[in-house]
């Protein structure tokens, strides 16, 4: 089964932005990955930020978009809150079974 | 509203079994895919197993395949997941999603002697 990679863990300052990157064993992520992205906060489920690439939720804050980046999905955090400050996962799909990356810890400071 | 509701996790010994199950409500559940996501304590997400509408589709993660086992009933609107051979490294608490935008609050399993 592939394997995708994640940073384990970033530090962005308030209103900063930052980029959290997602990549695949089996070579280049595409759109046919159907790339999701999902943000826990301690004691939570799993939230869904983005799907399909770069489509967001009516609950996902603008600050967050999604798209692919030199071969990898990419979650980009434009002014950054504190609130922010959680885990985000991505997940891909492969053909039928789906696959998440490892995670990345994303501190706010 | 919308909802998701786990239950059936407990303690189980190693090589023993145990069926979780996800009650739906608020939408129609045969529209969507059906998902089984779990966490080990302190670890990352893990996707297990999902199911296409009509139950005659299924995938499966490679960790827990010809192990568990996930079927759905659409007329009692629930997902289910049978979990045979359990190991240590099943302990986890267990996610049902639909579509992986709604998700339950989790039934934890632990796997120990």
């Known amino acids: 089964q592939a394997v995708v990679t994640q940073e384990p863990s970033l530090t962005v300052s308030p209103g900063g932005t930052v980029t959290l990157t997602c990549g695949s064993s089996t070579g280049a992520v595409t759109s046919s990955h159907r790339s999701n992205w999902f943000q826990q906060k301690p004691g939570q489920a799993p939230r869904r930020l983005i799907y399909d690439t770069n489509n967001k939720h009516s609950w996902t804050p603008a600050r967050f978009s999604g798209s692919l980046l030199g071969g990898k999905a990419a979650l980009t955090l434009s002014g950054a809150q504190p609130d922010d400050e959680a885990e985000y996962y991505c997940l891909l799909l492969y053909r039928g079974p789906w696959v998440f990356g490892g995670g990345t810890r994303l501190t706010v400071l | 509203e919308e909802q998701l509701v786990e239950s059936g996790g407990n303690l189980v010994q190693p090589g023993g079994s145990l069926r979780l199950s996800c009650a739906a409500s608020?939408?129609?559940?045969?529209?969507?895919?059906m998902y089984w996501v779990r966490q080990a304590p302190g670890k990352g997400l893990e996707w297990v197993a999902n199911i296409n509408q009509g139950g005659d589709e299924k995938y499966y993660a490679d960790s827990v395949k010809g192990r568990f086992t996930i079927s759905r009933d659409n007329a009692r609107k629930s997902l289910y997941l049978q979990m045979n051979s359990l190991r240590a490294e099943d302990t986890a608490v267990y996610y049902c999603t639909r579509e992986h935008n709604l998700w339950g609050q989790g039934t934890l399993v632990t796997v120990s002697s």
């Open positions: 608020g939408f129609t559940f045969t529209d969507d895919w």
